[in-house]
């Protein structure tokens, strides 16, 4: 069965420094990865996902994520916090493209001004 | 595309009674998704169809669930004899043929009394 695990139910950072959201999952086939934003009282919407070649995935409003097979990690990272990060995020992972996905329990980011 | 739509965006009901919320997908996507998401929790998935044939269902599901996509366009969840553990949002999401990625609509967040 898959899972997904998040590192710390919320995360706090200054504004301007790194931002790094950490996500393992549990997979018996090759997964699709996935980063989801969920603004308060907005539905959610993809930041980016991995399904297969380059390992280094890019997404919206400047995150990225790699994918690392050996440590069954997908973390998500941005080099400069923004205010308008402050959010909701979910790591989640699929068998196949059409698939159900699985989410983590999220990490919800605060921006420290 | 005007994005997954769902109705009502709210339901407040007393314990015992019925209620249905509709999900109307982006055109043209074959697949559709229904999640429960509860406070501090990350989505749960619920049941997808492919077109009008519901094809899984999770064990969350009980037999007071019910959901229809009757003409594989728009679906509807029925709960029957609500509980004060069916508050939560309901999400919907969908995708089409040529894309491995959910879109997900709004929500319906349901309050059980």
């Known amino acids: 069965a898959q899972s997904v695990t998040q590192l710390g139910s919320h995360v706090s950072v200054s504004e301007g420094a790194l931002v790094l959201l950490r996500c393992n999952y549990s997979?018996?086939?090759?997964?699709?990865l996935f980063w989801y934003v969920q603004y308060p009282n907005q539905g959610l919407q993809l930041l980016l996902k991995?399904?297969?070649?380059?390992?280094l995935v890019k997404g919206i409003n400047g995150f990225e994520a790699e994918f690392k097979k050996s440590e069954t990690s997908f973390h998500l990272t941005k080099p400069s916090a923004h205010m308008s990060d402050a959010a909701e995020y979910f790591c989640?992972?699929?068998?196949?493209?059409?698939?159900?996905?699985?989410f983590g329990k999220g990490t919800r980011l605060h921006i420290l001004p | 595309d005007t994005g997954v739509s769902q109705n009502p965006r709210h339901k407040i009901t007393k314990r015992g009674q019925n209620v249905t919320f509709r999900c109307d997908p982006i055109?043209?996507?074959?697949?559709l998704y229904w999640y429960r998401q509860t406070l501090g929790q990350g989505p749960e998935f619920l049941t997808y169809?492919?077109?009008?044939?519901?094809?899984?269902k999770s064990r969350l599901l009980s037999d007071r669930f019910s959901a229809e996509r009757p003409k594989g366009s728009f679906s509807t969840l029925e709960i029957q004899r609500t509980e004060q553990g069916d508050s939560a949002m309901y999400l919907c999401?969908?995708?089409?043929?040529?894309?491995?990625?959910?879109?997900f609509g709004p929500g319906t967040r349901l309050t059980v009394l």
């Open positions: 169809f492919q077109n009008e044939a519901q094809l899984e």
């Open positions: 997979s018996s086939v090759p997964p699709y």
């Open positions: 999401a969908s995708n089409g043929a040529n894309t491995d990625t959910q879109y």
């Open positions: 055109s043209e996507h074959n697949r």
């Open positions: 991995y399904t297969t070649g380059a390992t």
């Open positions: 989640a992972v699929s068998e196949r493209r059409d698939d159900k996905i699985i």
